[in-house]
T-cell receptor, first 117, second 115 residues
Framework: NAGVMQNPRHLVRRRGQEARLRCSPM?????VYWYRQLPEEGLKFMVY????????ESGMPKERFSAEFPKEGPSILRIQQVVRGDSAAYFC???????????????FGSGTQLSVL | GENVEQHPSTLSVQEGDSAVIKCTYS??????FPWYKQELGKGPQLIID?????GEKKDQRIAVTLNKTAKHFSLHITETQPEDSAVYFC??????????????FGKGTKLSVIP
């Protein structure tokens, strides 16, 4: 019973390049969340997706960042024209049901450490 | 939106002693409070969660207490072991303002258990 799978584990990009981070949710989960973690900081919500739909992207920077969760295949977080400030750990999580007011258990992947040179 | 404060940021205890980590939240409507453990180089792992209809929940050496009136909740680890050393995050559910509910995390507590 595989958990949330993220790849790559480490990604090095030069300024101006594109970064593509992939996430496969736990089997049976159709709700995916992306979080960013800076050193010595907690996790910051970026975006919440269901299959083929972006539900809430209120935590995502307005420019250069995009996310998708296609009908087939993993969810992708895409960062265009990366800058040094994008260096961080990016975590994906999935849940069986959506968060309501009562909350839902989130299961996290091992993350992708993005380093921008 | 929700704001979660977590204390202390670092905590060292002797093996066998207890450890307590405290969090406060701002949104009185929040009613789901999970705790995550993150080991070096790994993703956060859910260790225990509590909903507002209970004041305490226990799972072996781990317990969480919730005081809704004061808007704070705490993680208690008894009989600590070296493998408990990790960063612990609290979180609270809150309305994102954009159509969904999302978790807001504290900044974490680095727990070191000294053998």
């Amino acid at each position: 019973n595989a958990g949330v799978m993220q790849n790559p584990r480490h990604l090095v990009r030069r300024r101006g390049q594109e970064a593509r981070l992939r996430c496969s949710p736990m089997k049976g989960h159709s709700h995916v969340y992306w979080y960013r973690q800076l050193p010595e900081e907690g996790l910051k919500f970026m975006v919440y997706l269901q299959k083929e739909n972006i539900i809430d992207e209120s935590g995502m920077p307005k420019e250069r960042f995009s996310a998708e969760f296609p009908k087939e295949g993993p969810s992708i977080l895409r960062i265009q024209q990366v800058v040094r400030g994008d260096s961080a750990a990016y975590f994906c999580a999935s849940s069986l049901s959506p968060h309501g007011r009562g909350g839902e258990k989130l299961f996290f992947g091992s993350g992708t450490q993005l380093s921008v040179l | 939106g929700e704001n979660v404060e977590q204390h202390p940021s670092t905590l060292s205890v002797q093996e066998g002693d207890s450890a307590v980590i405290k969090c406060t939240y701002s949104d009185s409507a929040s009613n789901y409070f999970p705790w995550y453990k993150q080991e070096l180089g790994k993703g956060p792992q859910l260790i225990i969660d509590i909903r507002s209809n209970v004041g305490e929940k226990k799972d072996q050496r781990i317990a969480v207490t919730l005081n809704k009136t004061a808007k704070h909740f705490s993680l208690h680890i008894t009989e600590t072991q070296p493998e408990d050393s990790a960063v612990y995050f609290c979180a609270a559910i809150g309305y994102s303002g954009a159509g969904s509910y999302q978790l807001t995390f504290g900044k974490g507590t680095k727990l070191s258990v000294i053998p």
